[in-house]
């Protein structure tokens, strides 16, 4: 069955009735707007409603603001459609590095500057961080709409009031700490909203690169650390609490400019056998992570910087099974999940790099590189926001699902384009019995069709990306009568696998400023409740105002005819260089272009986000294109796990 959608006592939140009362009688308020959670999305709603002329505070409950868009490291890494408050931070982004041109994955501190002048732009002084909230106050009016009256915070002696709030944590914590506010966590089963990709999904190696016949249990019969026992999942296609793996998108460097992989407290080298026994099936470390990373996304250096990120393998870096009760843990239960984190990916790294059982080649490999020497140093240069990929998601009058996330494409009342494939990284690392008496290691839970195939009878339009869809006003805002002065862009109504599509960061920038543009109706009195906003009115001052698209296409026509081929030379290794065929097969609904020589028969041309990429598809990425462009460029290409120096493309006659 689904998870309730409501759970005020395992959320552990209160209902200040006397402070909501207080308020009540008074009329008075702190702020305009109370924004929670500095993440890009935040951001972008104090600063729209800031120049819009609202009074407006920001919590952050962490030490630094930012969300995965300074804190996380991550920034506007994962692109496609950066438009509105999006390409102002880019911009200065590039400004920091005496550049004109926009800086999608800029040093957390140059993120967090940029994040810092948009707000002081915007005249929002009160930013407050290290402040998460404790309780929420509501209060339903004459009108019988329930309003969020006031919020306690960890840093405040009182609570605090709003006309509205803005609730732009990873986690809705607001909206969950409001009490009558619908909302899930989890999986739905696939009959909830009739798709095919939902809920549990039973173990196997589509699309899973690396070993596959890896031993789940010790020499003693138990199992290993970081897989489960196949017994704790649901039934394929039924719910389930399952959220998509976490991880720490840590910044890796090499020379002068990285800090030796730390040894981590409570090291202990048994719990990292099943990487151990991935080596000894392949030869290589690099189910965890190549070495090194992809680069920062337009970073101009000239420090190296480089982004851990994920993977589909056994021992990949995102590890499924340690965020296993985080849509309803404590503050403090989630530290620990937290802690949890860090010791796997760090001693993951001092295994790699330390282990005598790890190949000497390995281990110098990995004693090249380590966490940077200039992030978060108060934090021992980790990541301050770990990446939450999926938490608690608002439940209102309408979601987002599978089935209407691309069907229609255009939205009436959208207020932001969405362009991301489908994307749910893995759910579980479970011990599946092969009926032989033997247990393999296997994934659970990944998937990653485009919209316009994932998406049942998706519309077509012409001049829309293969992922473009319209994100609706309607996903922001609560039921009718509930939550009436309450705004959620990030943990928005959409199902789990809808969410696995509109968790970029891009996006929520675009549809934070929406929510920003939205609060001025009610703060002024033009509309009663975020419900009642006229859409029109918002869509108009995106348009105008901050210069954002609210409906995909843009009438950019159809994509320009593709090429027959390219030819790639002076690639740093022969092996990389040769000729390109246009394949019969497509990524993500667009072209691609396949090797035809022996020297690699798997590498191929595709475009992720719209950014072309030179690479053994969801394995390695050799070089990628310095930004996004409808064809591959013939130059300004960037070494990745390439070598230098990067590859010239030469396009046959069409």
Known sequence: TLPPLTSIM????LILAGCMAAVAASGKVDYDVVVYGSTPAGIAAATAAGQLGMSVAVYEPLTMIGGMGAAGALALHDGGGETGLATVFMMLNGEAYNLSTPVPQPESFVAEA???KMLANASVTVIKTDCHVTAAA????ADGVSRVTSISMACEPNPI???????ASYDGEIMVAAGDIDFTWGREANTTYNESLAGARAPGFTGVGGPTKINALRDDGTLLKYVSNLSD???????????MAFQHRMCISTGDDMVPWPKPDGYNPD???LMQRVID????AGSFTSMPPGPYHGYPGPKKKYDLCCGITVAASDQPTLNKGWANATWEQKQQIIADHTYFELGTFYYLANDPKVPQKIRDNYNEYGLCRDEFVDNNHVPIQLYIRISNRLVGDYVLTQTNIGNPRRKSDSIAVGDWSFDEHMTGKYAVPDGKGNYTVMLEGNFWPSIAKGCPDATPEPGWGANEYDVPYRALVPKKGTGGNLLVPVCLSA???AYSSTRIESMFMAVGTAAGVAAKQVVEGSAATVQDVNVATVQAILATHFKQKVHGGGGAGPSPPSPPYYNVTGAGSAAWNGHYALSKSSYEGEAMYTSTSAGCTDCALYANGGTWRLAIQGKELFYLAGGPSPLPPATGWIVANGTTPPPQLTAGPM
């Not at 395992?10 to 939140?13: L, Q």
């Not at 999942?233 to 389930?240: E, I, N, R, T």
């Not at 099936?281 to 290589?284: I, L, P």
Request: glycine letters at 8%; aromatic letters at 10%.
């Open 271 to 273: 719990d990292f056998l």
């Open 495 to 497: 199902s789990a696998v």
């Open 138 to 141: 509501t209060d339903r009016g």
């Open 281 to 284: 099936a392949t030869g290589s």
């Open 114 to 116: 940029s994040f810092r």
């Open 233 to 243: 999942l649901a039934p394929p296609g039924s719910a389930d609490d399952a959220l």
């Open 10 to 13: 395992e959320h552990r939140f």
């Open 161 to 167: 009031t709003a006309t509205v709030f803005i609730d």
